[in-house]
């Protein structure tokens, strides 16, 4: 157990819908990161967010939103849904802001979208 | 996006046979990570580099900063069934870019 949760496990929903990925990381960790892993694909970066401020982007599409809370926990916002959007969805955190630092993976959340 | 060549792509393997893997690039980063993946499940961390020529064990695991900064090893000793799934190689550029960048992954698959 990493100390990094994410909800929910499953997600499925239909084309054009809009859900809302959480995740909470480990205690004392104020980076979060955001990937996508496709099928048999590997880790795609989004976006980082450190002790509540965007720190880094990556290949986030413009319909994919996140943001971190005062007490730390991240939210991923993803609109428009398109069936390619259907993958598992991880959030990693880690204790400072730069990737000096080891990040820890939750165990992700698998969105299917019909 | 950006990917890290890794190799294997994947290997079947005997029990207790020895296995190696290494990411490749030709940027340099400063930083590798090595990570194992179960099906369904999210990366577990095994090894952190931080120095070009570290070596550094994890029981039957040792990971290898390659000395040009741009590679990375991973060896795997005596390998066991529970060792199945996919590694991935996480390398953080010299740039100065706040992101990591994963490896395609080496997916294995050890034989009883």
């Known amino acids: 157990d990493s100390g990094v949760t994410q909800t929910p496990k499953h997600l499925i929903t239909a084309t054009g819908q809009r859900v809302t990925l959480r995740c909470s990381p480990r205690s004392g960790d104020l980076s979060v990161y955001w990937y996508q892993q496709s099928l048999d694909q590997g880790l795609q970066f989004l976006i980082q967010y450190y002790n509540g401020e965007e720190r880094a982007k990556g290949n986030i599409l413009e319909r994919f939103s996140a943001q971190q809370f005062p007490d730390l926990h991240s939210e991923l916002n993803l609109s428009s849904l398109e069936l390619g959007d259907s993958a598992l969805y991880f959030c990693?955190?880690?204790?400072?802001?730069?990737?000096?630092?080891?990040?820890?993976f939750g165990p992700g959340t698998r969105l299917t979208v019909t | 996006g950006q990917q890290l060549n890794q190799s294997p792509q994947s290997m079947f393997i005997q029990e207790g046979e020895d296995v190696s893997m290494n990411c490749t690039s030709s940027?340099?980063?400063?930083?590798w990570l090595w990570y194992k993946q179960d099906p369904g499940e999210g990366p577990v961390l095994l090894i952190a580099l931080y120095k070009a020529g570290e070596l550094t064990s994890n029981g039957r695991l040792t990971a290898q900063f390659g000395i040009t900064r741009k590679d990375s090893f991973l060896n795997i000793s005596a390998s066991i069934p529970s060792d199945v799934g996919i590694y991935f190689c996480a390398g953080q550029l010299a740039s100065g870019t706040y992101k990591y960048i994963f490896g395609t992954g080496t997916r294995l698959k050890v034989l009883a």
């Open positions: 990693a955190s880690s204790v400072g802001p730069d990737a000096l630092y080891e990040q820890y």
């Open positions: 940027s340099i980063f400063n930083t």
